[in-house]
C-alpha cells in the first residue's frame, strides 16, 4: 500500500453509464492528480488540484469531470465515454511547498483500469 | 520548455547483468529529478530521486546521479534480478508538474 487508494479497481462501462472513480489519501498531501495511461503513449496529466482548487485541465473532453471536496478526496466522473478511453486511470497526490514546488516526488495509487465497450 | 526523454526499450538482460536506462531532461531553473518504477497490473511507485546537481539517488540497488552539465539522470544497478522486471519512468518535478518520459520496459531472464 503505498498510502493512495483507488476504487475500483477494474471497471467496465457501455458508452451510455455514468460511473465515478474514487482516489483517497491520508499522507497530509495538498496536491491531487489524475493522470491516463494507455497502451504505447506517454502518461498523459489530466486535472490537477491544489488545495482543492483545480489549477490545471489540460484539454481534457468533458465527458470527463474530476471533483474534489477535500484534500483527501478525489472523484473523477465519468458519462458517454468512448471505446479509446479505455485505460488505466491513475491518481497521485504530493505535498507542494508554498511557492507550489513539489520536491518530495508524486505518490501515485494502483490505478483504475477502465474498459469501455 | 521542460520535457524527459528515456531510451526506447524493451530492454532484455540476463539475471545478474549490469543495467543502464539513459534519462536526459530539459528544463528551466533547476528541476528534482526522479526515477519511478511500475510492476506489471499496478500503478509507479518511487525508486529514487535527487533533488540538485551531483546527488545521488539510491535504492533497493539502483543508483542515479543527477548530472547538470549533460542534463542526465541515467538509471543503473550492477546485477539485475528476475524481480526487476518492470517499466522504469524518469521524470522531472519543475515548479509544480511531474513530467515523465515514456518509459522502458526493462525484461530480466533467468
Known amino acids: 500500500e503505498t498510502g493512495v487508494t483507488q476504487t475500483p479497481r477494474h471497471l467496465v462501462m457501455g458508452m451510455t453509464n455514468k460511473k465515478s472513480l474514487k482516489c483517497e489519501q491520508h499522507?497530509?498531501?495538498?496536491?491531487m492528480y489524475w493522470y491516463k495511461q494507455s497502451a504505447k503513449k506517454p502518461l498523459e496529466l489530466m486535472f490537477v488540484y491544489s488545495l482543492e482548487e483545480r489549477v490545471e485541465n489540460n484539454s481534457v473532453p468533458s465527458r470527463f469531470s474530476p471533483e474534489c471536496p477535500n484534500s483527501s478526496h478525489l472523484f473523477l466522473h465519468l458519462h458517454t465515454l468512448q471505446p479509446e478511453d479505455s485505460a488505466l486511470y491513475l491518481c497521485a497526490s504530493s505535498l507542494q511547498n508554498p511557492s507550489g514546488q513539489g520536491i518530495y516526488g508524486y505518490t501515485f495509487g494502483s490505478g483504475t483500469r477502465l474498459t469501455v465497450v | 520548455g521542460n520535457s524527459v526523454t528515456q531510451m526506447e526499450g524493451p530492454v532484455t538482460l540476463s539475471e545478474e547483468a549490469f543495467l543502464t536506462i539513459n534519462c536526459t531532461y530539459t528544463?528551466?531553473?533547476?528541476?528534482?529529478l526522479f526515477w519511478y518504477v511500475q510492476y506489471p497490473g499496478e500503478g509507479l511507485q518511487l525508486l529514487l530521486k535527487a533533488t540538485k546537481a551531483d546527488d545521488k539517488g539510491s535504492n533497493k540497488g539502483f543508483e542515479a546521479t543527477y548530472r547538470k552539465e549533460t542534463t542526465s539522470f541515467h538509471l543503473e544497478k550492477g546485477s539485475v534480478q528476475v524481480s526487476d522486471s518492470a517499466v522504469y519512468f524518469c521524470?522531472?518535478?519543475?515548479?509544480?508538474?511531474?513530467?515523465f518520459g515514456t518509459g522502458t520496459r526493462l525484461q530480466v531472464f533467468p
Open positions: 521524470a522531472l518535478h519543475n515548479t509544480d508538474k511531474l513530467i
Open positions: 528544463a528551466t531553473g533547476y528541476p528534482s
Open positions: 499522507l497530509g498531501h495538498n496536491a
